[in-house]
């Protein structure tokens, strides 16, 4: 049994606080609005967020970090990409460097084009050594995790040790949890299926058909996996669950909130009108914006990505997006 905080009680920290409970361990769920703080602990749920579920007496939710972040084994960021420096600098004072540091968070900064880890560990230096940092990724909608229904991710970290203890620590008969060492790769993938989920909601939305969506996510793996391998990745990272496993589940799941945005621009709706009815992430929006920039600055060829940069950033006609990537230059399928 560890002392878990999850910090971030939106829709995956609270899934992921359950598992946690159900796997033994004593969780604490750090929640920035007091409101979910009093709902938790009064009414065993979270009135924001995957309300219909009912949070086991284990979980106990704080909104001051000081209460809940001193003295546990390990720490659970399960905030928003864009969210984790900021995050990250508001827990850094109140560790020790005894604890683990997991990021379940899927996005690549703007501007800096880091991973979460490697946002975790610039912001956590001198406290937190990097063998102590991990990633838990894969195809897990929080609406049926804190279900239990059966779900399968991986767990990666720059220390096998640290991985091992993440697995152990989650791992129950409904969450499964298989090792992967290649932390760049799973992070990768993770980030960069969110852009793919939205252009196959344009697809799904602008009624393209089923062979443009399988199109879609046989390149949109091909794609990833070009600029994860770029990066230093392993090619078998991508035929995994944190490659092709998430790519499928976000690319056709309702419970996906990137194929939710990419379905109803493919609709005609517009980007700010469709967000701003929204109450949770779509990483993908950001996540496209970095990995355009980066694919751009490192001359790796992206047409899915900037193909959804345009649609998203340029007010280009969702319909023509299919017809330029169809119109490229004829090529052979296998090129890295
Ligand atoms: N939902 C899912 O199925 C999965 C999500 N993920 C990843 O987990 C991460 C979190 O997603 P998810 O829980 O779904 O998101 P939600 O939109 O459901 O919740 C976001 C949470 O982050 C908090 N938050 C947002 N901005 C800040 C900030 N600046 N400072 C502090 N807290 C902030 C929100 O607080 P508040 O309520 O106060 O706004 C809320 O608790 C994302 O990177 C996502 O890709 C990974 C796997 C599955
Ligand atoms: O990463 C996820 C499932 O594995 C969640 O995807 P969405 O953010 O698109 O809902």
């Given amino acids: 049994m560890k002392k878990v905080t999850v910090i971030g009680a939106g829709s995956f920290g609270t899934a992921l606080s359950i598992v946690l409970a159900r796997a033994g361990n004593k969780v604490?769920?750090?929640?920035?609005?007091?409101?979910?703080?009093?709902?938790?602990?009064?009414?065993?749920?979270?009135?924001?967020?995957?309300?219909?579920?009912?949070?086991?007496?284990?979980?106990?939710?704080?909104?001051?970090?000081?209460?809940?972040?001193?003295?546990?084994?390990?720490?659970?960021?399960?905030?928003?990409?864009?969210?984790m420096r900021e995050v990250a600098n508001t827990v850094k004072p109140h560790l020790t460097g005894e604890e683990i540091v997991v990021s379940v968070a899927k996005g690549i900064e703007n501007d800096t084009f880091m991973t979460m880890s490697q946002v975790l560990s610039e912001v956590l230096e001198g406290v937190i050594i990097d063998d102590k940092i991990g990633v838990l990724s894969g195809p897990s909608h929080a609406e049926e995790v804190s279900k239990f229904r059966p779900t399968t991710v991986v767990a990666t970290s720059f220390s096998k040790r640290t991985a091992g203890i993440i697995q152990e620590t989650f791992m129950t008969?409904?969450?499964?949890?298989?090792?992967?060492?290649?932390?760049?790769?799973?992070?990768?993938?993770?980030?960069?299926?969110?852009?793919?989920?939205?252009?196959?909601?344009?697809v799904d939305g602008a009624s393209l058909g089923d062979n443009a969506k399988?199109?879609?996510?046989?390149?949109?793996?091909?794609?990833?996996?070009?600029?994860?391998?770029?990066?230093?990745?392993?090619?078998?990272?991508?035929?995994?669950?944190?490659?092709?496993?998430?790519?499928?589940?976000?690319?056709?799941?309702?419970?996906?909130?990137?194929?939710?945005?990419?379905?109803?621009?493919?609709?005609?709706?517009?980007?700010?009108?469709?967000?701003?009815?929204?109450?949770?992430?779509?990483?993908?929006?950001?996540?496209?914006r970095s990995v355009y920039d980066w694919s751009n600055k490192l001359n790796?060829?992206?047409?899915?990505?900037?193909?959804?940069?345009k649609v998203l950033f340029e007010e280009k006609d969702p319909k023509d997006m299919l017809y330029d990537l169809m119109t490229r230059n004829p090529k052979e399928e296998i090129m890295i």
């Fill in 28 to 83: 604490n769920l750090w929640a920035r609005e007091s409101e979910i703080a009093y709902g938790i602990n009064n009414q065993h749920r979270n009135p924001s967020y995957i309300s219909d579920v009912t949070l086991p007496d284990a979980v106990v939710c704080f909104n001051d970090l000081e209460k809940c972040v001193p003295g546990r084994d390990m720490i659970v960021f399960a905030t928003p990409s864009h969210a």
């Fill in 173 to 202: 008969p409904m969450f499964r949890i298989y090792l992967n060492y290649d932390i760049i790769g799973v992070e990768i993938g993770g980030a960069v299926k969110n852009i793919m989920a939205i252009a196959a909601g344009i």
């Fill in 214 to 288: 399988a199109a879609l996510i046989t390149r949109g793996l091909h794609e990833i996996k070009r600029l994860g391998m770029r990066l230093g990745a392993s090619q078998d990272t991508f035929s995994g669950l944190a490659g092709v496993g998430d790519l499928i589940v976000t690319c056709t799941s309702e419970h996906s909130r990137n194929r939710y945005v990419g379905y109803h621009i493919g609709q005609g709706l517009k980007l700010d009108d469709i967000v701003s009815k929204m109450n949770m992430v779509a990483e993908g929006i950001r996540t496209t």
């Fill in 300 to 309: 790796v060829e992206m047409p899915i990505t900037e193909a959804v940069y």
